[in-house]
T-cell receptor
């Protein structure tokens, strides 16, 4: 099955700085890469996703890049705000089933 | 539009007791998923339904876990008997179909004492 590794496990940034979270995957058949944000006591919420026919996707302050050859993808958050503080999960797989990384706890320091 | 609804939100039971979780997916979503999330980990799929049919239950511990999705809408996940290691958050998600974005509910936090 798919194996997704995520780094770093914790990340602290100053408000206004950028944050980058990186993930690698093992199964070349994976074609769908969502990113989820999970706040304390809540379920994961989709923030952005990318499919294998696209190398980059951007939505306001959030962007995701995908390198299928190297089997890695990254989440970029610019101009971070305190409300961005949460745990972020990457995932890789197909639309039927994807496998989650172990999460990155992001803290934005005001 | 209402999101995925789960109940109860919290449950504390003693080991060997039974427990059940309920999920109501987003209206019109044919595919329903149950995940288990251990502390500090990402969610792991337990079972996936397409309408009322369980199409992937390979990760469901069938000796103690069972699930059903009557009429292809609401779903119930049951554990009997519960063990200490079952303490986790049980998440339900739904999507319009396969190959579609999954939307998660708030989860049920289970503590087995």
């Amino acid at each position: 099955g798919e194996n997704v590794e995520q780094h770093p496990s914790t990340l602290s940034v100053q408000e206004g700085d950028s944050a980058v979270i990186k993930c690698t995957y093992s199964d070349s058949a994976s074609n769908y890469f969502p990113w989820y944000k999970q706040e304390l006591g809540k379920g994961p919420q989709l923030i952005i996703d990318i499919r294998s026919n696209v190398g980059e996707k951007k939505d306001q302050r959030i962007a995701v890049t995908l390198n299928k050859t190297a089997k890695h993808f990254s989440l970029h958050i610019t101009e971070t705000q305190p409300e961005d503080s949460a745990v972020y999960f990457c995932a890789a797989g197909t639309g039927n089933q994807f496998y989650f990384g172990t999460g990155t706890s992001l803290t934005v320091i005001p | 539009e209402a999101g995925v609804v789960q109940s109860p939100r919290y449950k504390i039971i003693e080991k060997k007791q039974p427990v059940a979780f309920w999920c109501n997916p987003i209206s019109g979503h044919n595919t329903l998923y149950w995940y288990r999330q251990n502390l500090g980990q990402g969610p792991e799929l337990l079972i996936r339904y397409e309408n009322e049919e369980a199409v992937d239950d390979s990760q469901l511990p069938k000796d103690r876990f069972s699930a059903e999705r009557l009429k292809g809408v609401d779903s119930t996940l049951k554990i009997q008997p519960a063990e200490l290691g079952d303490s986790a958050v049980y998440l339900c998600a739904s999507s319009p179909g396969t190959q579609e974005t999954q939307y998660f509910g708030p989860g049920t936090r289970l503590l087995v004492l």
